[in-house]
């Protein structure tokens, strides 16, 4: 048996959820989601809780249990209290800056870099000490982790002298410069 798909999922007060059928319906004070669950997964509620359960022991209906249990709570915790991602912009003239909802960023380039928000998803940026951090906010987990990941394929850290995006608390391997000859 699956030991996080056999887990209840709790419904906080703010949060409602609907099952019509396959279909999963997420509404909080962060936004609003929805799933599609496949065909040997089903979900119900019960005392305030969602249970998601499969009818038998296949291979399919086994790895999607515990998957779509995640789903479905990763759903809920971003209506109520939202996910965020840190990133950090570290590099001499390196900067990044907030324009209406874009973020704009001059990291090395010719140009600067403007990048758009899709969705339901907020950038924000600080400075702290000698480098800039940009927060990725939003409701859908996914949906951050992949704008996050976006914005550091923009300049990853390079390995010689640290400069590029990073995530928060991220250690760069520094590698060692050219040895002066003798």
């Known amino acids: 048996m699956s030991r996080i798909g056999i887990k209840p999922i709790e419904i906080p007060d703010e949060v409602q959820v609907a099952i019509s059928g396959l279909e999963v319906n997420v509404k909080g004070p962060k936004g609003e989601l929805s799933l599609n669950l496949t065909d040997p997964i089903s979900a119900r509620i019960e005392d305030g809780r969602v249970i998601v359960s499969r009818p038998n022991d296949t291979k399919l209906a086994r ?14 915790e971003g209506v109520w209290r939202g996910f965020e991602k840190r990133l ?30 899709p969705g339901t998803i907020t950038f924000s940026t600080e400075q702290r000490g000698d480098f800039t951090v940009i927060t990725v906010a939003g409701a859908d987990k ?41």
């Open 63 to 76: 790895s999607r249990h515990g998957l779509y249990r995640s789903l479905i709570a990763n759903m809920i």
């Open 88 to 117: 950090e912009v570290r590099g001499t003239g390196y900067r990044a800056k907030i324009e209406g909802k874009k973020l704009v960023l001059n990291v090395g380039f010719s140009h600067t870099v403007e990048i758009e928000p």
């Open 142 to 182: 996914q949906l951050v982790g992949e704008i996050a990941a976006r914005l550091r394929r923009v300049r990853p850290p390079e390995p010689y002298k640290g400069k590029g995006i990073r995530y928060d608390g991220e250690w760069v391997r520094q590698k060692a410069g050219k040895a002066a000859v003798k």
